[in-house]
Every structure is written in C-alpha cells, then in structure tokens.
C-alpha cells in the first residue's frame, strides 16, 4: 500500500503548516535528482506538497484521505514524465515540439517574473510602509501570479517526452519555486514580517539555478 500524502513528507494528518513546508524544503533538498536522489521519490514528495500547500485540495484530500486518492494524484503525475514507446523520429519530432510550445514559453514568463524583481524590491524598500510604493509591488505580485497560472496550464497542455523527463522535473521545480515565493512576498505585504521577504526571495535564487542548470542541459543537448 503506498503512504498516504503526510506519511510522504513524513508527517501526521494534523500536521502545522509550517511543519508541512518544513519538511518539504528538506525533503526537496534530500532527493532532488541532481542530490543523487530518485526522481520517483522526488515525484512523490512534489505531489505531496503540490496537494497539502493547497488549501481547497488539502480539505479534499482530508476528507477522503484514502490511499486511492494519492494513487490517483501519483497516476496523473506519472503521465507527465512517461510517454509511449515510439520510434527513433517521432521521439525527437516530440522533443522538439515540447521544448517549443511548452518549455519555451514556460521559461520566459518565468524569466519575466523573475528579472524585475530585485528593482520592484529595491523600490519597494525605499520606505515600504508608502501607500503607493506598496501598491506598486502588490501589483507586480498580482500580475506574477497571474503569469504563474498561464505557465500552470501550459505544463499540463503535454505529457514530458521520456528522453527528457530530468528537464521536465526541473522545470516543474523552477516554476513552483517561483509560485511559492510568490506566496510568501504576498503573505509580506500583509503583515510587513521580514521573514516572508527572506524566504520568497530565496526561493527566487534557487528557480534561477535550475533555470540557468536548464538552459546548459538545453545547450549541450542540442534542442
């Protein structure tokens, strides 16, 4: 029987938030592929956090809380990183059209949510208690997310090509990162805590690794 999502991330069902994004980062941190990790369990552990960060998903996923319901999540994430076997042509006419109409513009909506940032918090930090100046920054927040959201929808248009399923986790993994910085810049401009600011711009640092570590895999892989 497969672990139901809090035992995943090795949790109880009344798990804290807090304790579920803990343990997340430090599970992420342990089994991401390029830690040596197993991108089974690193799958698992995203569709864990994909459900229990999600208010709404994670009342459903309490109320039913039964192992068919993560089976259910795990089958469908299972179809993202796994095609049919083809041959040899159509594999690489997949990769193309992947890399074009769902990395490609994954990861410049990515880059434009990503690039203005240190200049809206530099603008921001000016005195963050101006009315103006934070509404300037609620309303960059506001458009990122919606951005987030089309990049959402566009990652679900195609399952990943099997060849290149690393590069599909990874851009999974930058996005989220970014999603969840986004949270935690929101959850700042509600309660001016230092800390939500921190965190949200740490996570930027770490999608703009993965970014950079795809666009070399990209590069050396001739797509």
Same mark, same amino acid.
């Given at each position: 029987?497969?672990?139901?999502?809090?035992?995943?991330?090795?949790?109880?069902?009344?798990?804290?938030?807090?304790?579920?994004?803990? /343990?997340?980062?430090?599970?992420?941190?342990?089994?991401?592929?390029?830690?040596?990790?197993?991108?089974?369990?690193?799958?698992?552990?995203?569709?864990? @956090?994909?459900?229990?960060?999600?208010?709404?998903?994670?009342?459903?996923?309490? /109320?039913?809380?039964?192992?068919? /319901?993560?089976?259910?999540?795990?089958?469908? @994430?299972?179809?993202?990183?796994?095609?049919?076997?083809?041959?040899? /042509?159509?594999?690489?006419?997949?990769?193309?059209? @992947?890399?074009?109409?769902?990395?490609?513009?994954?990861?410049?909506?990515?880059?434009?949510?990503?690039?203005?940032?240190?200049?809206?918090?530099?603008?921001?930090?000016?005195?963050?208690?101006?009315?103006?100046?934070?509404?300037?920054?609620?309303?960059?927040?506001?458009?990122?997310?919606?951005?987030?959201?089309?990049?959402?929808?566009?990652?679900?248009?195609?399952?990943?090509?099997?060849?290149?399923?690393?590069?599909?986790?990874?851009?999974?993994?930058?996005?989220?990162?970014?999603?969840?910085?986004?949270?935690?810049?929101?959850?700042?401009?509600?309660?001016?805590?230092?800390?939500?600011?921190?965190?949200?711009?740490?996570?930027?640092?770490?999608?703009?690794?993965?970014?950079?570590?795809?666009?070399?895999?990209?590069?050396?892989?001739?797509?």
């Amino acid at each position: 029987m497969e672990k139901n999502l809090y035992e995943e991330l090795g949790l109880k069902q009344n798990a804290t938030r807090s304790e579920i994004k803990s /343990s997340y980062r430090s599970l992420v941190k342990q089994h991401h592929p390029d830690a040596g990790g197993e991108k089974e369990r690193f799958l698992a552990i995203q569709n864990a @956090w994909e459900t229990l960060n999600d208010p709404i998903k994670k009342k459903q996923y309490d /109320s039913s809380f039964s192992s068919s /319901s993560f089976d259910s999540l795990n089958e469908n @994430w299972e179809e993202k990183f796994n095609s049919k076997k083809h041959n040899s /042509s159509i594999k690489d006419k997949e990769v193309e059209t @992947w890399i074009k109409e769902i990395y490609s513009p994954i990861n410049r909506l990515i880059s434009q949510i990503i690039k203005p940032l240190n200049n809206e918090i530099k603008e921001l930090s000016a005195d963050p208690y101006d009315d103006e100046l934070m509404e300037n920054f609620c309303s960059y927040i506001m458009l990122s997310q919606k951005k987030i959201e089309k990049v959402e929808k566009i990652y679900n248009k195609k399952i990943v090509p099997k060849s290149i399923s690393t590069l599909g986790l990874d851009l999974y993994h930058c996005f989220s990162q970014v999603k969840e910085a986004l949270s935690e810049f929101d959850r700042y401009t509600q309660g001016y805590v230092d800390n939500y600011l921190f965190d949200g711009k740490e996570m930027i640092k770490e999608a703009k690794r993965i970014q950079s570590k795809m666009s070399i895999e990209k590069k050396n892989k001739n797509f």
